[in-house]
């Protein structure tokens, strides 16, 4: 599903070039459930943004569901951002001034999905995240980890088939942290596959995969052995 060959990106700083990645080499299947780890600097940031065409390759190869990124035009990129890619943030990300139900509808709106059928999916994902009782509260009025679990289900919005978690429970206290990854675990379950960027490793090791960068490349691929 995500195949990453010989991946590098530059960034030219003034005079300076600066090796973002350096040769990333990464395959991930279909219904996976994978970290990618790394401190500060290690480019999983950079690889975050070219997985979830949010970014271009400088120089190898990202293909996903087999077919090169590199030869689409940015409003291509856009859409299939919007219809194959889940998007979670680490701040929400969520508009205020809408409702639960509301900011869960954002993506099928721009999927030009009729209104009726926008209203009815996101009630029913606001009650797959626990939310069922919530659809009519802001942002403001509900806690951090249920504002995650909103945009968890605007990040299922569009049935995408990869969920993309950047720092998911970075603004979180650890246990509404460990009810998001169990959220995500959930998804997982149901088919999704599910990839967290992370810098913290105990988050990393609750995953089925952990890919750790370092210096722009891929440091180790450790894949858990299920009992």
Known sequence: MIELKNVKK?????????????????????????????????????????IGCLDVVSDGEYELNTIPIKEYDQDTLADIRNRQIGFI??????????SALENVMIPMTYARMPKAQRIEKAKELLTLVGLGDRIDHKPTELSG???????IARALSNDPAIILADEPTGALD????????????????????????????EI?????????????????????VKA
């Open 145 to 151: 980890g249920q504002q995650q679990r909103v945009s």
């Open 89 to 98: 943030f680490q701040q929400f990300n969520l508009l205020n001034t809408f």
């Open 174 to 201: 650890s246990k509404t942290g460990q009810e998001v990854l169990a959220q995500l675990r959930k998804l997982n379950d149901l088919g999704k596959t599910v990839v967290i960027i992370t810098h913290d490793n």
């Open 10 to 50: 530059r960034y030219e700083m003034g005079e300076n070039i600066v090796m973002a990645l350096n040769g990333v080499d990464i395959s991930i299947k279909e219904g996976e459930f994978v970290a990618i780890v790394g401190p500060s600097g290690s480019g999983k940031s950079t690889l975050m943004n070219i």
């Open 204 to 224: 990393a090791d609750t995953t089925d995969r952990k890919i750790t960068l370092k210096d722009g490349i891929v440091a180790s691929d450790e894949v858990k």
